[in-house]
């Protein structure tokens, strides 16, 4: 099994706070990545990082930012959560080089609720 | 527009029995495609992986098929457990960027009942 940790599993919290979704990955990837998924419905990439001090955001918008100051961490922050950032977040992480064929692995996502 | 459809949307399934799942996409440039199950309130976890050349490709009881050429695939599930119960969601990767961007179905949610 792939080791890649979230935390918190599970948050509920009221509007206007300022929430950190923690994620860490021990096996040296360099590409991490963070996804929401409601329920029935895909997952839709909100960032990526390539490796150290590289961000991007995905494709769908979102008002989180996150950063990657180191290979193993990878955190996602709301500066101010609001009920329409309830939903599942979901990191995950890959190897460098063949970059469309490896493997994303998952970590079991914060299910996140904004009240 | 780049997507993916899964079909059935839902599936219920008697415990032994074999099922098969759907996914057609209409992702180009193809790079890559991806089935993973995902159990309620966890990741998901990565079954096959298969490239262009490839039509087929096993994990233990799970086969996946490809069609390049009508871009379909399947996953066949042979005597299923109770453990099989879950999302399982197909994912299409192109050729278009250096991350090799992904494209998500939705998933059809099996349930296996004894």
């Known amino acids: 099994e792939a080791d890649i940790y979230q935390t918190p599993r599970y948050l509920v919290i009221g509007t206007g706070k300022k929430i950190t979704l923690e994620c860490s990955q021990t096996?040296?990837?360099?590409?991490m990545y963070w996804y929401q998924q409601d329920p029935g419905m895909e997952l839709h990439l909100i960032h990526y990082s390539y490796g150290v001090n590289s961000t991007e955001k995905g494709d769908l918008s979102s008002e989180s930012t996150v950063s990657r100051i180191r290979t193993e961490h990878f955190p996602l922050t709301l500066e101010s959560a609001r009920p329409s950032h309830t939903s599942q977040y979901l990191c995950?992480?890959?190897?460098?080089?063949?970059?469309?064929?490896?493997?994303?692995?998952f970590g079991d996502g914060t299910r996140l609720s904004i009240l | 527009k780049n997507q993916v459809e899964q079909s059935p949307q839902s599936l219920i399934i008697l415990e032994g029995k074999n099922c098969t799942l759907q996914c057609n996409y209409t992702v180009s440039p193809f790079s890559n495609l991806r089935w993973y199950k995902q159990d309620t309130g966890r990741g998901p976890v990565s079954l096959t992986i298969m490239t262009f050349s490839e039509n087929t490709k096993s994990n233990g009881r799970y086969t996946a098929t490809l069609d390049a050429d009508t871009k379909q695939s399947s996953l066949h599930i042979t005597a299923s457990q109770l453990s099989d119960s879950a999302s399982y969601i197909c994912v299409v990767s192109d050729r278009g960027s250096t991350l090799g961007r992904l494209y998500f179905g939705r998933g059809t949610q099996l349930t296996v009942w004894p």
């Open positions: 096996m040296g990837h360099d590409k």
């Open positions: 995950a992480s890959s190897e460098r080089g063949g970059p469309h064929n490896q493997p994303q692995h």
